[in-house]
């Protein structure tokens, strides 16, 4: 991991298209912008993780329903 110190109003450049400022510091709280292109999908991390716990989710329904598609179709035959 990578740890900068930065200021108020400091920035960082992440592969050159990507910028993220400070902009304002209260006690244990730093405010960020991030200015990315509109096809770079920037998430707070725990929002991130939900999204992966629900598709992973999605995904074992899907499976079990395909199962039972083709426990069906092998019942038929």
């Not at 450049?13 to 304002?24: A, G, K, L, W």
């Not at 989710?57 to 039972?68: H, T």
């Not at 426990?71 to 035959?77: G, T, V």
Request: proline residues 1%; glycine residues 2%; without cysteine.
């Amino acid at each position: 991991m990578l740890v900068l110190t930065r200021k108020r109003n400091q920035s960082i450049v992440v592969n050159d298209n990507i910028e993220i400022t400070v902009i304002d510091i209260q006690g244990d709280q730093v405010r960020v912008g991030i200015n990315a292109p509109k096809d770079v999908k920037v998430f707070r991390k725990e929002v991130y993780i939900e999204m992966m716990e629900e598709n992973q989710r999605a995904a074992e329904v899907q499976m079990q329903a395909l199962d039972m598609l083709k426990n069906a179709i092998k019942k038929q035959k």
